[in-house]
């Protein structure tokens, strides 16, 4: 297999994926290891083997040492797009069809989660923790890095569990969705708000530079603030838009004027404080509930194997 790497510098210690002529007239073996020393006018490496010896390889007849070893060791890795299609327990639409927000030309943007076979994690190659496919617009989260992200107030992962448009539900994704209040705390008001601050500081950045900031992108983060601000002063998280659309879009399409924007935002976070003043959500999410119930999980995945 040819692999072709970074550039190496001088002192890189490196070993020789095929066997290579050495300047003595013998051989430096495959497995072969030594320094570059240098490049020769052909761009070949000039490199100087442990007993001395300098032999010549092209970039894709070396490999760093650990790279190396790294291959050498290494086992097949799951297949991700197969753990995808036959363990799915629950999957959502997302983004603007799910938040009511949608236009004829709005993409259908999936979101799963998937249950690896236990005995998946027993093998030195481990299962993907996520998977981009197989499905265009499909992107799925093993189910303990989904429960690790969700704890924590990712707005991603939350707006699964939310999504009114679901379109995959097994019994075991039925559970998932009957704890999703135990994920929610009022660490959300750290995520949700957060993100947005340090999103609008670069926007506001491209918009003295440009003049035009992604306005598509400041919609969903003016969207953002409004579920947390309904998040914490009601305790539960509602996706769809409602009253709010027609303002949104014409957010997205560049309507209303910069400082108009910049005043709703500065109004959310003030509402957002004095909803974290009052909220019903607790401190911190039932992180004890979650993890007995993915250890579970795990048991009943291995009796089924």
Same mark, same amino acid.
């Given at each position: 297999?040819?692999?072709?790497?970074?550039?190496?510098?001088?002192?890189?210690?490196?070993?020789?994926?095929?066997?290579?002529?050495? *300047?003595?007239?013998?051989? *430096?073996?495959?497995? *072969?290891?030594?320094?570059?020393?240098?490049?020769?006018?052909?761009?070949?490496?000039?490199?100087?083997?442990?007993?001395?010896?300098?032999?010549?390889?092209?970039?894709?007849?070396?490999?760093?040492?650990?790279?190396?070893?790294?291959?050498?060791?290494?086992?097949?890795?799951?297949?991700?797009?197969?753990?995808?299609?036959?363990?799915?327990?629950?999957?959502?639409?997302?983004?603007?069809?799910? !938040?009511?927000?949608?236009?004829?030309?709005?993409?259908?943007?999936?979101?799963?989660?998937?249950?690896?076979?236990?005995?998946? !994690?027993?093998?030195?190659?481990?299962?993907?923790?996520?998977?981009?496919?197989?499905?265009?617009?499909?992107?799925?989260?093993?189910?303990?890095? !989904?429960?690790?992200?969700?704890?924590?107030?990712?707005?991603?992962?939350?707006?699964?569990?939310?999504?009114?448009?679901?379109?995959?539900?097994?019994?075991?994704?039925?559970?998932?969705?009957?704890?999703?209040?135990?994920?929610?705390?009022?660490?959300?008001?750290?995520?949700?708000?957060?993100?947005?601050?340090?999103? !609008?500081?670069?926007?506001?950045?491209?918009?003295?530079?440009?003049?035009?900031?992604?306005?598509?992108?400041?919609?969903?983060?003016?969207?953002?603030?409004?579920?947390?601000?309904?998040?914490?002063?009601?305790?539960?998280?509602?996706?769809?838009?409602?009253?709010?659309?027609?303002?949104?879009?014409?957010?997205?399409?560049?309507?209303?004027?910069?400082?108009?924007?910049?005043?709703?935002?500065?109004?959310?976070?003030?509402?957002?404080?004095?909803?974290?003043?009052?909220?019903?959500?607790?401190?911190?999410?039932?992180?004890?509930?979650?993890?007995?119930?993915?250890?579970?999980?795990?048991?009943?995945?291995?009796?089924?194997?």
């Amino acid at each position: 297999m040819s692999v072709v790497g970074p550039q190496l510098p001088v002192g890189t210690q490196v070993v020789f994926r095929v066997e290579r002529p050495d *300047a003595a007239g013998g051989t *430096a073996q495959r497995g *072969a290891t030594g320094r570059v020393s240098g490049v020769t006018a052909d761009g070949q490496y000039v490199v100087r083997l442990v007993d001395g010896r300098d032999a010549t390889a092209k970039r894709d007849q070396l490999s760093l040492r650990t790279a190396y070893q790294s291959e050498a060791v290494a086992v097949d890795q799951p297949d991700g797009d197969r753990l995808v299609r036959e363990h799915t327990i629950y999957a959502a639409v997302v983004g603007s069809r799910a !938040f009511g927000l949608d236009t004829d030309t709005s993409d259908t943007d999936t979101r799963g989660v998937y249950v690896a076979p236990t005995e998946a !994690f027993w093998s030195l190659g481990k299962p993907p923790m996520h998977v981009d496919g197989p499905e265009p617009e499909w992107f799925s989260w093993e189910i303990e890095r !989904f429960c690790e992200l969700a704890l924590k107030a990712n707005p991603n992962l939350l707006e699964v569990l939310h999504s009114p448009l679901v379109v995959r539900q097994t019994s075991l994704g039925e559970e998932l969705v009957s704890l999703r209040k135990t994920f929610l705390s009022q660490l959300a008001y750290q995520t949700y708000s957060g993100y947005v601050l340090s999103q !609008f500081k670069k926007i506001e950045a491209d918009y003295r530079r440009d003049g035009a900031p992604k306005w598509k992108h400041v919609m969903h983060l003016i969207r953002l603030l409004l579920s947390a601000r309904t998040l914490l002063a009601e305790g539960k998280l509602t996706v769809d838009v409602g009253p709010y659309r027609d303002r949104l879009l014409a957010v997205k399409r560049g309507e209303l004027p910069w400082d108009e924007v910049e005043r709703w935002r500065l109004t959310l976070h003030e509402e957002l404080d004095n909803a974290l003043r009052k909220t019903v959500l607790p401190a911190t999410p039932d992180v004890g509930t979650v993890d007995a119930w993915l250890r579970s999980v795990r048991k009943r995945s291995l009796g089924d194997a």
